[in-house]
């Protein structure tokens, strides 16, 4: 079972709403949760970054929130634009474990016009 | 700035052919790894290396050898090739610095016929 849940696997969206994607975790104790973006082709590239303490954290029009108690993740998309399609994926960093980075499933997006 | 550089971008190997994916990284990052990922699945962590001469297994590092002897190439090998091998792979690297990104290689496209 992987340790790191991501909903909904895929979804679209017109150009200009706004969605909201899920990561549930399971391991700890854990340094970091970064949300990346992945385009089509390309390797991830870090969105956000939510350490242990923190609650929310945004980048232009994504926001990430963390709920350290429940082990959950969300990353907001605001406005959202073509430019957004890609894959989004959630990736829990371990506090030991040599650095070990575990990998969500990804969510799929694609915003039509 | 190259970041991190992994050659080849595409490759079609047949069955028992042997190859050796290039990953190098001008950051003086620490960490490297090599991750496979295929459809509707995760990154799945092959082998990492916490600095030069220290290499260990991930979670799926049958059929694949690594070796580090020095601090920026990280060279991923496939002994001999088996379909099961079809996939993309990515480089990464990473500081063992708190709470900074791990970079990504463009990925490999790897067919094995």
């Known amino acids: 079972k992987n340790q790191v849940e991501q909903s909904p696997q895929s979804l679209i969206i017109l150009e200009g709403k706004n969605c909201t994607l899920q990561c549930n975790y399971t391991v700890s104790p854990f340094s970091n949760l970064r949300w990346y973006k992945q385009d089509t082709g390309r390797g991830p590239v870090s969105l956000t970054i939510?350490?242990?303490?923190?609650n929310t954290k945004s980048n232009g029009r994504y926001t990430a929130t963390l709920d350290a108690d429940t082990k959950q993740s969300s990353l907001h998309i605001t406005a959202s634009q073509l430019s957004d399609s890609a894959s989004y994926i959630c990736?829990?960093?371990?506090?030991?474990?040599?650095?070990?980075?575990?990998f969500g499933g990804g969510t799929r997006v694609l915003v039509k016009p | 700035n190259a970041g991190v550089t992994q050659t080849p971008k595409f490759q079609v190997l047949k069955t028992g052919q042997s190859m050796t994916l290039q990953c190098a990284q001008d950051m003086n990052h620490e960490y490297m790894s090599w991750y496979r990922q295929d459809p509707g699945m995760g990154l799945r962590l092959i082998h990492y290396s916490v600095g030069a001469g220290i290499t260990d297994q991930g979670e799926v590092p049958n059929g694949y050898n690594v070796s580090r002897s020095t601090t920026e190439d990280f060279p991923l090998r496939l002994l001999s090739a088996a379909p099961s091998q079809t996939s993309v792979y990515f480089c990464?690297?990473?500081?063992?610095?708190?709470?900074?990104?791990?970079?990504f290689g463009q990925g490999t496209r790897l067919t094995v016929v």
């Open positions: 990464a690297s990473l500081s063992t610095a708190m709470n900074t990104e791990a970079f």
């Open positions: 939510m350490t242990f303490s923190e």
């Open positions: 990736v829990v960093r371990l506090k030991a474990a040599g650095n070990k980075l575990t």
